[in-house]
Nanobody
Framework: QVQLVESGGGLVQAGGSLRLSCAASGSIFDINAMGWYRQAPGKQRELVAV???????TYADSVKGRFTISRDNAKNTVYLQMNSLKPEDTGVYYC??????????WGKGTLVTVSS
């Protein structure tokens, strides 16, 4: 069974940068959109950014201008470049692959902690 594996989380000071990666463990041929979600302590999971198969991107207002999502279709990998990080960006970041012919795939999450 194909799984998503995230990497790149960690502890960073406010104003710093991190790059998250999420790769599928096997081949997937019906990926529509790839995205990143996050869940802060005590809050609901929220959309951070999504990129469609055609390259169209959507961002949460709170990260516009600071975060950039990109994808490598050949590698079934999605990236999230996070710059100018703020303490309110702290949370567990999950990647999501939206599929055409099957249920969505979710990663197990990677923790991002931004210190003030």
């Amino acid at each position: 069974q194909v799984q998503l594996v995230e990497s790149g989380g960690g502890l960073v000071q406010a104003g710093g940068s991190l790059r998250l990666s999420c790769a599928a463990s096997g081949s997937i041929f019906d990926i529509n959109a790839m995205g990143w979600y996050r869940q802060a302590p005590g809050k609901q999971r929220e959309l951070v950014a999504v990129i469609t198969s055609g390259g169209t991107t959507t961002y949460a207002d709170s990260v516009k201008g600071r975060f950039t999502i990109s994808r490598d279709n050949a590698k079934n990998t999605v990236y999230l470049q996070m710059n100018s990080l703020k303490p309110e960006d702290t949370g567990v970041y999950y990647c999501n692959f939206r599929r055409v012919y099957a249920m969505d795939l979710w990663g197990k999450g990677t923790l991002v902690t931004v210190s003030s």
